[in-house]
């Protein structure tokens, strides 16, 4: 949800000030999402077996990679659809490495990318994509929160703000 919220953004961005987007989706093997690599053994009596669970996870990474360059195609072209110049990449590796190394080749004026909002053992474990990006990123870097963080009411409402820009 964040990433599309991240899109939504960037797009809206994108179109008020005339820039080009560039849409990045990291293959990462380790991403609880993408299909687990099968366990090879070592022995001979199972090398049929071995073979075969070797080509059902190709099958299944292929389709992966499908699925998020479809979806990454539809982005693209929503975009275009709105007079936004759009192109999209899709890495292997690490998100956070690769949206940084990206950004850096194509000198981007700005990185807008979606969090999960994970804290403790779960940041720890699956590592914050967002975390990475704000302290590597080689430009600012916009970070849009799940819905569920947004406070509701409007900036000018909000006292603690207006306390802190009195402080």
């Not at 609880?32 to 049929?48: A, L, T, V």
């Not at 693209?76 to 690769?98: C, D, T, W």
């Not at 080749?105 to 999960?116: C, K, M, R, Y």
Request: proline share 6%; hydrophobic share 40%.
């Amino acid at each position: 949800a964040s990433s599309h919220r991240a899109f939504d953004t960037a797009l809206d961005l994108a179109q008020a000030l005339n820039a080009q987007l560039i849409l990045v989706h990291a293959l990462d093997r380790s991403d609880p999402d993408s299909p687990r690599q099968p366990y090879i053994s070592i022995d001979s009596y199972s090398m049929e077996l071995d073979v075969l669970l070797r080509k059902d996870y190709d099958y299944r990474w292929t389709e992966f990679v499908k699925h998020y360059d479809s979806l990454l195609k539809q982005k693209q072209e929503a975009a275009e659809a709105i007079g936004v110049q759009a192109s999209y990449l899709q890495p292997n590796g690490r998100p956070g490495l690769a949206i940084c190394t990206i950004a850096k080749e194509a000198q981007t004026d700005l990185i807008v990318v979606g969090s999960h909002s994970r804290q403790g053992l779960r940041e720890m474990l699956l590592g914050s994509v967002s975390n990475y990006v704000v302290h590597h990123a080689p430009c600012p870097v916009m970070v849009i929160h799940p819905d569920e963080q947004r406070r509701p009411e409007p900036l000018g409402e909000r006292s603690d703000l207006i306390t802190a820009a009195r402080a």
